[in-house]
């Protein structure tokens, strides 16, 4: 079993930055897929990075704005995945999922919500204009 528990959100200006940070428990995060996700208030949760053994995936809206990392550690003390978040707009206002992916096909960039197995609660991101 997987907790992920997300953290970094807030509200900041267009143009500005922020890093989220998702912290697991329970095992190691090195063999798993992660990604981050968001949800805007009406709408589906949508796709916004993800990293695994193949590489690193964007969703279109944010590449070269974002960027995906992780910090695996055996001893769970830095089990941690990131997403910095540079230049951002109204538009990137959500709520922010961190979700972890122990099995997947190998061909898969991971970048659907029902390849992944555990997720966290979320932490909101408000970007003002």
């Known amino acids: 079993q997987v907790q992920l528990v997300e953290s970094g959100g807030g509200l900041v200006q267009a143009g500005g930055s922020l890093r989220l940070s998702c912290a697991a428990s329970?095992?190691?995060?090195?063999?798993?897929?992660m990604g981050w996700f968001r949800q805007a208030p009406g709408k589906e949760r949508e796709f916004v990075a993800a990293v695994h053994w193949r590489g690193e995936y964007y969703a279109d809206s944010v590449k070269g704005r974002f960027t995906i990392s992780r910090d695996n550690a055996e001893d769970n003390a830095k089990n941690t995945v990131y997403l910095q978040m540079t230049n951002l707009k109204p538009e990137d206002t959500a709520d922010y999922f961190c979700?972890?992916?122990?099995?997947?096909?190998?061909?898969?960039?991971?970048?659907?919500?029902?390849?992944?197995?555990?997720w966290g609660q979320g932490t909101q991101v408000y970007v003002s204009s």
């Open positions: 329970g095992h190691s995060l090195s063999s798993y897929g």
């Open positions: 979700a972890a992916a122990g099995v997947w096909p190998d061909t898969s960039p991971l970048t659907s919500p029902v390849e992944y197995e555990y």
